[in-house]
Structures are given as C-alpha cells and as structure tokens.
T-cell receptor
Framework: ETGVTQTPRHLVMGMTNKKSLKCEQH?????MYWYKQSAKKPLELMFVYNFKEQTENNSVPSRFSPECPNSSHLFLHLHTLQPEDSALYLC???????????????FGPGTRLTVL | LAKTTQPISMDSYEGQEVNITCSHN???????ITWYQQFPSQGPRFIIQ???TKVTNEVASLFIPADRKSSTLSLPRVSLSDTAVYYCLVGAGTSGGSYIPTFGRGTSLIVHP
C-alpha cells in the first residue's frame, strides 16, 4: 500500500463511451499526477496538479480531461477514446511540485484501460 | 532537465550483487538522483535518492562520484522478486520553478534461479 488508490483497476470501454478514472491519496500531499504507460513504452507524464491548480499539460488530446476538486482527489474523464489509448493509467502524488531538492512520488496501482 | 542513460537490460542470478549505472552528464547543481522500481502492471516504487557520495537504506545503496555525472544503484544479494524495471531520474525543483519527473525506458533486470 502506497497511500494512493485508483479505481477502477480495470476498464473496458467503447470508443463512444464516457468514463472516469479516480485517484485518491491519503498522504497529505499537494501535488498529483496522471501518467500513461503503453506497452513497452516509458511512462508518459500527462497532467500535473499542484495545490489543485493544473501546472502541466503535456500536449494531451482533449479527449482526456482532468479534474482536481481538492488536493486529495484527482479524476481523469475519458470520452471518444481511440484504441491506441489503451494503456495503464497511473496516478501519483508528491509533497509539492516545487520543492528545493528531491520530490519522491508515490504511485497508485493503476487502471488498465482497454478501448474497443 | 538532465537526460539519463541506462542499460536497457541486465541479467543476474540469485544471491549476486547487481550494480546498475546511470549516466547524467548534464546534471545541474541542485539536481537530486532518484531511483524507482516497477513490476509489471504496477506503479513505480521509490527505492532510493541521493545528492552526492553514498546513500544506503534497507533496500539498496546509491553511489555518486564527486563529479555527479553518473550514479550506480547497488542491489545486494538479489532474489527472484527483484526482477523488475529500474528507472533513474534526475531533477529538482527550486523555489518558483518546477520539477517535472521524467521516466526513461529504464533497465529491465531479470534475476535467474
């Protein structure tokens, strides 16, 4: 247990569906992240939130829409996805996005997404 | 951000010591070096972090030479459960700046019986 939970753990959706991924951290952290990990590829940073404000959007298509209502919760809303969006979606948190020095991230178990 | 270079894969046997070296020639003065471990279909897990010289915890040791242009993760007496991908990250945040964690392809370590 890392203190970061993600639901659902597995999700199968059609290209016309709308679904949401949820992430919750119980660590009192202020920064939260969404990553995408496709098969045989490095983790790709998608979004960063610090103190509920989005600070990074790594050129992610608009069919992925993040939401951060508070520092403990992060959502990723999905709509009209493509089969190539099938991947493991990982959420992470850290103490602060702008700390002097190291910034250890704690990752959730991920959501395995399959787009048909 | 300092770019990192690691071997793509390594093989070892149970009980051996494994050393994985990461090159980061463009490391900045305030950058820290962090290593993560990732098992298949799981999120990465923090292993160790250091700034200079040597850092040791219950899992691993991290050796950083004086010029800090490389670092070596040392795993003592590996077991089959150490089979995973190991990532080296370099970076830091400064007041008013930002730290964007960037994962490369990592090193796939396979431990054989």
């Amino acid at each position: 247990e890392t203190g970061v939970t993600q639901t659902p753990r597995h999700l199968v959706m059609g290209m016309t569906n709308k679904k949401s991924l949820k992430c919750e951290q119980h660590l009192g952290h202020n920064a939260m992240y969404w990553y995408k990990q496709s098969a045989k590829k490095p983790l790709e940073l998608m979004f960063v939130y610090n103190f509920k404000e989005q600070t990074e959007n790594n050129s992610v298509p608009s069919r992925f829409s993040p939401e951060c209502p508070n520092s403990s919760h992060l959502f990723l809303h999905l709509h009209t996805l493509q089969p190539e969006d099938s991947a493991l979606y990982l959420c992470a948190s850290s103490q602060d996005y702008r700390v002097a020095g190291g910034n250890e991230q704690f990752f959730g178990p991920g959501t395995r997404l399959t787009v048909l | 951000l300092a770019k990192t270079t690691q071997p793509i894969s390594m093989d070892s046997y149970e009980g051996q010591e494994v050393n994985i070296t990461c090159s980061h020639n463009n490391i900045a003065t305030n950058d820290y070096i962090t290593w993560y471990q990732q098992f298949p279909s799981q999120g990465p897990r923090f292993i160790i972090q250091g700034y200079k010289t040597k850092v040791t915890n219950e899992v691993a040791s991290l050796f950083i030479p004086a010029d800090r242009k490389s670092s070596t993760l040392s795993l003592p007496r590996v077991s089959l459960s150490d089979t995973a991908v190991y990532y080296c990250l370099v970076g830091a945040g400064t007041s008013g700046g930002s730290y964007i964690p960037t994962f490369g392809r990592g090193t796939s370590l396979i431990v054989h019986p």
